[in-house]
């Protein structure tokens, strides 16, 4: 069997520029950082999907937060559109959100904050946390 020779950018010549680089924002290294439970309508009552995470492995920069799908109101994709909301005191992180999808998450927060934060905190499995949800 022939041994495999690693081709590094210095064997093809290349630079890389600093354009060359994407930087990621704290909101998309944190939510890499710990597990996202997608949720749907059928579990929050929302037409878009509620993304609740938990603060991973290590601390997160951010508290305990809900991450909306806004267009598409499905899920996630790069160059989507979407934003958080704290569990805490709803403030507001990322891009716009329609005047009645805020409300329908603050509902939905307030009837599911227990099991949002010990979801958050790993406290709770991923099956057991959706058992817990109450739709709005």
Known sequence: MRARRVITLSDLNYTIAPSDLVALSDEE???EAGDMVSLTKRRTGIDNTIFA???GYVDSRHGPRIKIAVDPPKRL???GKSASMSIGDYSMRGGYIPPALVEQAKQFIERNRAALLACWEGEIETEDFIA???PI
Request: charge should be negative.
């Open 29 to 31: 290294t944190d939510d």
């Open 53 to 55: 995470s938990t603060k």
């Open 77 to 79: 994709i790069a160059g």
């Open 132 to 134: 817990r949800l109450e």
